[in-house]
C-alpha cells in the first residue's frame, strides 16, 4: 500500500542522548516536511525538503538535524541541544504538481525525554 | 502572526447533532484550502480540500466551504458520531506551495 511511515511511534530517551525520528514515503512525492505539534499549539515546521539532497529550516529548526539522501526517506534527529524535545513529530510529504497537490501525513511519533 | 485562525478553539456536542467550524485566513494569494480531522495521538487525515475558486465541497457527513472574498471557510458536520471527537484542522497553501500554513485546529468532543 502507498503510504508514509514514521517510525518509532514511541521513544523514550534519557537527556543528553540524540535520537533520529525515521519518515518514510513510497507516494513518490518530492517534498517532506517534519513538524512538532505540542498541547494547544498548531503544528510547527522544523525543517522541509523539496528535492533531494536540498533542505531547509523552518520555524523551529534549533536543536534538530535532517538529511534527505533519497526522494523515500527524511529521518530527523533530536540532537541533545535541543532544550525542550518532549513533544508529538509528524512527518509529512507532499507533491504540488496540480492545483490541489497532495498532502499526506504520518502517524506521528512520541519522543518523553526522561 | 497566524495566517490561520481557528474558532471555536473547543467545542462540546450532543451525539446526532449538528456543529460547525470556522476558519478565517490571511494567506494571501493562496491555492487551496484543506480540513484535517485528528484523532488523539494520530497523524492527521484529510477531509476535504478546495481551490480558492471553489465554494463547496462535501466528504460524507462533512461539508467544507469557502468564501474567498472574505478569507472565511467553514466546517459543517451533520448528525454527530461518537467517533466524530477529533481535533479539526485547517491548513492554507499560499500559490508558492510549499510554506503551509496551520490553524491550532478546534477540538470537538461528541458526547452520548
Known amino acids: 500500500d502507498g503510504g508514509i511511515t514514521q517510525s518509532p511511534k514511541y521513544l523514550f530517551r534519557k537527556e543528553g542522548q540524540n535520537v533520529t525520528l525515521s519518515c518514510e514515503q513510497n507516494?513518490?512525492?518530492?517534498?517532506m516536511y517534519w513538524y512538532r505539534q505540542d498541547p494547544g499549539q498548531g503544528l510547527r515546521l522544523i525543517y522541509y525538503s523539496q528535492i533531494v539532497n536540498d533542505f531547509q529550516k523552518g520555524d523551529i529548526a534549533e536543536g534538530y538535524s535532517v538529511s534527505r539522501e533519497k526522494k523515500e526517506s527524511f529521518p530527523l534527529t533530536v540532537t541533545s541541544a535541543q532544550k525542550n524535545p518532549t513533544a508529538f513529530y509528524l512527518c509529512?510529504?507532499?507533491?504540488?504538481?496540480?492545483?490541489?497537490?497532495?498532502?499526506?501525513f504520518g502517524e506521528g511519533s512520541r519522543l518523553t525525554v526522561l | 502572526k497566524n495566517q490561520v485562525e481557528q474558532s471555536p478553539q473547543s467545542l462540546i456536542i450532543l451525539e446526532g447533532k449538528n456543529c460547525t467550524l470556522q476558519?478565517?485566513?490571511?494567506?494571501?494569494?493562496?491555492?487551496?484550502l484543506r480540513w484535517y480531522k485528528q484523532d488523539t495521538g494520530r497523524g492527521p487525515v484529510s477531509l476535504t480540500i478546495?481551490?480558492?475558486?471553489?465554494n463547496t465541497k462535501s466528504n460524507g457527513r462533512y461539508t467544507a466551504t469557502l468564501d474567498a472574498d472574505t478569507k472565511q471557510s467553514s466546517l459543517h458536520i451533520t448528525a454527530s458520531q461518537l467517533s466524530d471527537s477529533a481535533s479539526y484542522i485547517c491548513?492554507?497553501?499560499?500559490?508558492?506551495?510549499?510554506?503551509?500554513?496551520f490553524g491550532k485546529g478546534t477540538s470537538l468532543l461528541v458526547t452520548p
Open positions: 507516494l513518490n512525492h518530492d517534498a
Open positions: 478546495m481551490t480558492f475558486s471553489e
Open positions: 491548513v492554507v497553501t499560499p500559490n508558492s506551495g510549499y510554506a503551509l500554513n
Open positions: 509529512a510529504s507532499g507533491s504540488w504538481t496540480s492545483n490541489t497537490g497532495e498532502l499526506f
Open positions: 476558519c478565517n485566513y490571511t494567506v494571501s494569494p493562496f491555492s487551496n
